[in-house]
């Protein structure tokens, strides 16, 4: 199958004060084009990192990270942010959608950030607020909808652009068990039909079955 997401030899270090803390250590990925990846492991084992370093949030300190057949360390900061935008859609535990701004501005932002015509993505917007059923909702401010809708939101936000993938950190972290089945339903729906591929950084077993392929960190390794 094809390779959309590659890491090699991967390593990422942080300071505290004089100390060298390692966080992850040798990482050897491949991930194929249109699976639906979860990564599990403790808290402190790096996963979070590590999908942060996928993305392109974070360097490493050594190794590389190619992203569709490019070493992502080799481009630009200008040419980094635009892989950002639009290669990759972000779905974080905690929203993070801006409170004063309707669903419809907040699912917007990407396009408005990238320099896009807003009036191009009228229909693309009415056909993800259709999957995500949130139609009737886009005049609503986060503060008037519910967690889940709020997640769903946030999914709509990462597939404006129509990414390739989906770094999702937590996304029912903060959401009730039938509001997460929902979520991972859709996620599933997006994955299948839409054939993203999805990473997902996740505790929960009943979550991580919804995934083709479960990748455990520990101490900063992967085991598979």
Sequence with gaps: MEKIIETVNL???YML???SVEILKDINLSIAKGEFITIMGPSGSGKS????????LDKPTSGKIIINGKDISELSDQ???????RDVGFVFQFYNLVPNLTVEDNVMLPILLDGKK??????K???ILDIVELSDRKCHTPRELSGG??????IARALINEPDIILADEPTGNLDSKTSEEVMNLLQR???EKRKTILQVSHSIETANYSDRIIKVKDGRVWE
Excluded: F, P, W
């Design 125 to 127: 917007l009415d056909e």
């Design 149 to 154: 809708q709020q997640q769903r939101v946030a």
């Design 118 to 123: 807003i009036s191009d993505y009228r229909d």
């Design 190 to 192: 997006i994955n299948k």
């Design 79 to 85: 040419e980094q942010s635009i892989m950002r935008r």
């Design 11 to 13: 390593y990422k270090d």
């Design 17 to 19: 004060g004089t100390v």
């Design 49 to 56: 990192t590590l999908l942060y370093l996928l993305g392109g």
